[in-house]
């Protein structure tokens, strides 16, 4: 017989300050480690099982997009603004860096969801699924980019140092979709709305930030938009890094990098704490 | 969820305590959406959210509920559906918090609440015992030392490689059921699971819960099967409405909780007769006769709605005369509740004995006594008939909604019959 005393009171994670919870969130983390491994293999291997393509679909579905993007350049109904570098290639590393970023939301709002089959049967920390899900977009994120190195270096494209430093300068866009999906995966378990809105505002936010486009040459409104717009340095900063291996407003970049993480904390100190009430509403 | 405060202590052998515990919820959608935002923002901010008070279109799933469990011990949880037993296994596993009151234990809890949590349907059997095994707290290096004995327990044969969406349901279920009962925790809670499998697995699984009893690990035991829980659990909780009605020996119990039952089912049958709903069927011959009601009563002439096995049962039948009649002839039928069996009892009065002639105009009550019925437990429907004893005309003929019930005797019956008994064992062979 374990020795170990477990109690469970009202609004014990309420009573927790941000640091205990942390501690307590990566404790688990460690803890489940297996429990998580699991549930990734079997999310991810599985979800292509019943499939003629499988894995293929990861970097069939940006190559779609990417398609259309270049059809629209190419028929003139796209201003991209000018650029020392091939489209296509800007386009396609572009919508992968934003279809990553909005998996990541996605699968992140999807954290309490993703164990509806068993959570009111079984006691585990949820927050374990966050790490699954962000895990599962990261592997479907690195094959999609080692489809497009392929793809680059087989059409010779001139590829710079930090190119290859792509699934590090994507993680601040990582926090930022974890701390927004985190915090929708609480609200759609007690109301869908933002389940469903959450679809469209991602489209939205693509056409308000830079990502088939440059920021460079726009003017009035539109300037105004996307230099307010965080996205535009999360993912144009870390975009113009791994195409042009520079990019302009990197201080901008670094400091929402910082934001974005902090915003996780926040974010996942109202999901330990709001999570055990809502639990009740997913039944 | 780890304790953020330090833990309390327990005595000696106790590896539960719940106390004063109440869990609430909501039966409204709208009012749940509202709340549910409100609370966690709230509980974000710091801000109490008036967890022990109700709000508008909340109820007390459980009230105030409070009891010890030893080591060693099985304690059986019945009631009716919606008593709160599940409830009060959720929280005690954690998977809901407390609105009020505390719950602690020592050392790990296992819940058989549904077997085959996570299971996917693409994964093999083998796949699938690490998956929900790891769900269901085991560790890898755990699952590698039971795989063997979980496949022999759960008995899936050939099919250990296959996609479980091949499987039975019922392999499944036993597959489920296996994993879950080798994880073995110090404190076991199964909810209605046993009842899975045919009946080679439900007694397999019967022994398995006596050895994890064996090894002196405690059982918490939630079944409607009262015959599970006679044979598993020493003590029992009765719960109602949230509430904890009973909690003590569980032979004692048992013979409460079927009482209680059986009361709950006269009570909202007769419900629906006070709501007008008194006749399944009924043919009357105009009003020269008409039938006004029927009952039970008791020695004192008040109308119950019970009565004891081997006691006195008096029924009664109130009818009007319109039209004076030459002889009045009855008969009343005892069904049980099923009402598949036509008569368990056809009571008429006898013309030789009991002659009721030259009836004049009026209100009339018949009363029929049995000095010392032999009904088993159970729930009765009563149905009458009022002849022309003469003629053999029938006047009022009515399958009614009337019901009652024998409470159980001191010792466990089934059937529909009672009798006083003895057993005799005999070594024929050497």
């Known amino acids: ?283 | 969820m780890k304790p953020i405060q330090p833990a309390p202590r327990l005595e000696n052998d106790i590896v539960l305590r719940v106390e004063n515990l109440y869990k609430k919820f909501c039966c409204t959608l709208r009012h749940s959406m509202y709340y549910g935002m409100a609370d966690s923002v709230r509980s974000v901010l710091g801000v109490p959210y008036g967890t022990d008070r109700l709000r508008k279109n909340e109820f007390w799933a459980l009230e105030d509920i409070g009891f010890e469990l030893r080591r060693g011990e099985a304690l059986g949880i019945i009631g009716a559906n919606g008593s709160g037993k599940s409830t009060l296994l959720r929280l005690i596993t954690g998977i809901f918090p407390p609105d009020k009151g505390r719950i602690a234990f020592a050392g790990r809890i296992g819940a058989l609440i549904a077997v085959g949590a996570g299971f996917h349907p693409h994964m093999t059997g083998r796949e699938n015992i690490y998956l929900n095994g790891t769900i269901l707290g085991m560790h890898r290096r755990e699952i590698d030392e039971k795989l063997e004995e979980i496949i022999a327990f759960a008995d899936i044969g050939n099919f250990l490689e296959a996609p479980i969406s091949t499987y039975s349901s019922g392999m499944r279920v036993r597959l489920g059921f296996a994993i879950a009962v080798h994880c073995e925790p110090d404190i076991l809670l199964v909810d209605e699971v046993l009842s899975v499998g045919d009946l080679a697995f439900r007694n397999k699984s019967m022994r398995k819960m006596r050895d994890f009893r064996a090894k002196a690990n405690a059982l918490i035991f939630i079944s409607h099967n009262l015959d599970q829980i006679r044979v598993l659990c020493d003590r029992v909780i009765i719960m109602d409405h949230g509430r904890t009605l009973f909690d003590g020996d569980s032979s004692e119990g048992l013979i409460r909780y079927e009482n209680l039952c059986k009361d709950m089912r006269v009570a909202a049958v007769n419900r629906d007769v006070e709501s007008g709903e008194l006749f399944r069927q009924r043919h009357a011959d105009g009003d020269r006769v008409m039938f006004v009601d029927l009952g039970l009563l008791n020695r004192q002439g008040e109308r119950v709605y019970t009565v004891g096995a081997f006691e006195e049962l008096r029924i009664f039948i109130d009818f009007i005369i319109n039209e004076e009649s030459e002889e009045i002839f009855f008969t009343l039928a005892v069904l049980n509740e099923a009402k598949n069996i036509d008569c368990i009892w056809s009571k008429s009065n006898d013309r030789n004995r009991h002659s009721f002639r030259n009836i004049r105009p009026g209100r009339y009550r018949a009363v029929v006594t049995y000095k010392e019925h032999h009904l088993g437990p159970g729930v009765y429907f009563i149905n009458y008939h009022i002849m022309n004893g003469a003629t053999g005309e029938s006047y009022d003929h009515g399958f009614t909604n009337v019901s009652f019930s024998v409470k159980s005797p001191a010792h466990f019956e089934r059937g529909i019959v009672l009798s006083q008994d003895s057993w005799d064992l005999e070594r024929l062979v050497p």
Request: charged share 15%; glycine share 6%; with cysteine.
């Open chain 1, 1 to 283: 017989m374990h020795s170990e005393i477990t109690v469970y009171e009202p609004r014990q994670r309420s009573r927790a300050g941000m640091f205990a919870v942390l501690r307590v969130m990566a404790a688990d983390v460690v803890r489940c480690r297996e429990l998580i491994w699991q549930l990734f293999k079997r999310d991810f291997l599985m979800q292509y099982k019943k499939s003629f393509l499988g894995l293929g679909w990861i970097v069939l579905a940006p190559l779609l997009g990417f398609a259309s993007w270049v059809f629209m350049n190419a028929a003139g109904v796209l201003n991209p603004g000018t650029m020392d570098f091939p489209y296509p290639a800007f386009v396609l590393i572009s919508t992968t860096l934003w279809g990553f970023f909005a998996n990541c939301v996605t699968a992140a709002s999807r954290t309490l969801k993703a164990g509806q089959g068993f959570i009111d049967q079984v006691q585990y920390p949820h927050h374990t699924l966050l790490v699954k899900e962000l895990a599962q977009a990261y592997a479907n994120f690195l094959i999609s980019f080692v489809f497009v190195a392929l793809l680059l270096i087989c059409f010779r494209v001139d590829l710079q140092v930090l190119f290859w430093a792509a699934p590090l300068l994507v993680l601040p866009m990582l926090a930022a979709a974890a701390a927004i999906g985190l915090t929708a995966s609480i609200i759609t378990v007690v109301a869908m709305d933002i389940e469903k809105a959450l679809g469209y505002l991602l489209s939205f936010m693509m056409f308000l930030t830079p990502v088939v486009y440059t920021a460079e040459d726009r003017t009035g409104i539109v300037k105004a938009i996307l230099a307010l717009n965080p996205m535009t340095y999360l993912h144009g900063c870390a975009r113009d890094l791994i195409v042009f291996g520079s990019a302009a407003g990197a201080d901008m970049f670094l400091g929402l990098t910082l934001a974005a993480f902090l915003l996780l904390l926040l974010s996942m100190k109202w999901f330990y704490v709001a999570e055990e009430k809502v639990i009740e509403k997913m039944i």
